[in-house]
């Protein structure tokens, strides 16, 4: 019986791991594709018309970029409001006493998802943004 319990500690602490290696390297990810975001807006801006506009090309990388960015802080928000609701909904439950133990607060399997979708779809956009700037900088 308690080689089962450790057995199944074992592989919670490595399930948990994996989370965490999970949120080390998507934060790292956002954190490096927002900076190179913010640097491909920076080198748009050497391409500016003597008369202050943009050619439609730079047009097409800017709005990739400001879509990214948007994509970026609906992630978090999206996150942080889905989060807060659920925290709130348990902390009404305990106060209550409708709570016994932590196994009774359980999260929906799609609590994470509209982030994930945010992340997948900031580093499509930053992607095309890039594959344009590159483009853009060959044919100039």
């Not at 019986?1 to 791991?17: L, P």
């Not at 202050?52 to 928000?77: E, M, R």
């Amino acid at each position: 019986m308690s080689d089962q319990i450790q057995r199944k500690n074992k592989i919670e602490g490595e399930i948990d791991d994996l989370w965490e290696k999970y949120a080390t390297n998507t934060g790292f990810l956002s954190k490096v594709s927002r900076q190179l975001a913010y640097a491909q807006g920076g080198l748009c801006w050497f391409f500016k018309t003597p008369y202050g506009t943009f050619s439609p090309s730079i047009l097409v990388i800017l709005c990739c970029l400001i879509g990214y960015f948007f994509l970026d802080v609906f992630q978090y928000f999206f996150t942080a409001c889905l989060y807060w609701w659920f925290a709130n909904f348990y902390a009404k439950r305990n106060d209550k006493q409708l709570i016994g133990s932590e196994k009774d607060i359980k999260l929906p399997y799609w609590i994470n998802w509209p982030g994930k979708i945010c992340l997948v779809l900031k580093i499509v956009l930053l992607g095309i943004a890039s594959f344009l700037l590159i483009k853009y900088l060959f044919y100039v």
